[in-house]
């Protein structure tokens, strides 16, 4: 009897010890979640199969230089190629920047993503040192004619913050460190100097296609 209960109890024991085990191996692993959150704002259907990321700033002086050329080439391909944009605010050197992509994510949420990325762009040295640009970026929103309301809370909800993360970490696993970083068919480039540069890689990138 003293036997039987001695094994019962070593079993417990292993078995408790086991559970233990595999749980904290699960709590310890590095969770993918991230990857499912990650923005999917995309402009063109890609006819060509090629697809051109830029992970961005919106407070960037350098990505506001390269806002009008990234706008030639959308207009040049369209639908040839699809122009992807993520997140990738540098918080410890732009002070709006996380405001301002909360602010383009908000408009997303309204089906305004394009149109609200293209006016923080444009308007960038109007808020980007400014202590306070919440008032500007929600009268960005009304000139849209999007639901103020809907977009003050789309603006500070959690969930908005997590997609931008999500986006941030992404770049920063990639080894990615400033902006604009572009990444053409998965491959990083070297920030092209001007639209013709573009088009020279663009044009590579869909002859490889078609071989």
């Known amino acids: 009897m003293s036997n039987r209960f ?3 109890v070593i079993a417990l024991i292993i078995g408790f010890a086991g ?3 595999a749980t904290k191996k699960k709590a310890d692993a590095p969770s993918n979640s991230n990857s499912s959150q990650l923005t999917e704002h995309k402009y063109g259907t890609g ?3 090629v697809t051109l990321i830029e992970y961005g700033d919106f407070a960037c002086p350098a990505c506001y230089q390269y806002f009008p050329i990234v706008e030639q080439v959308r207009e ?3 639908e040839q190629i699809t122009f992807q944009f993520r997140h990738f605010p540098l918080l410890e050197i732009h002070q ?3 405001l301002a992509a909360r602010a383009a994510e908000a408009a997303g949420n309204q089906g305004k993503f394009w149109e609200m990325y293209a006016q923080l762009y444009q308007t960038q040295p109007n808020w980007k040192d400014s202590n306070n640009p919440q008032p500007l ?3 960005y929103a009304q000139q849209l004619r999007l639901d103020s309301q809907k977009f003050v809370t789309d603006l500070k909800s959690d969930q908005t913050n997590s ?3 999500a986006d941030r970490n992404d770049a920063k696993a990639r080894g990615f460190s400033g902006t604009p970083t572009f990444v053409l068919d998965g491959k990083k480039i070297e920030s092209p100097r001007d639209a013709e540069s573009f088009y020279k890689l663009i044009e590579d990138a869909i002859a490889a296609k078609k071989k």
């Open 19 to 21: 559970i233990f085990w």
């Open 137 to 139: 970026f929600e009268q």
């Open 76 to 78: 040049k391909y369209k």
């Open 47 to 49: 006819t060509s199969g």
């Open 96 to 98: 709006n920047a996380l």
């Open 6 to 8: 001695t094994l019962v």
């Open 163 to 165: 997609i931008i993360q």
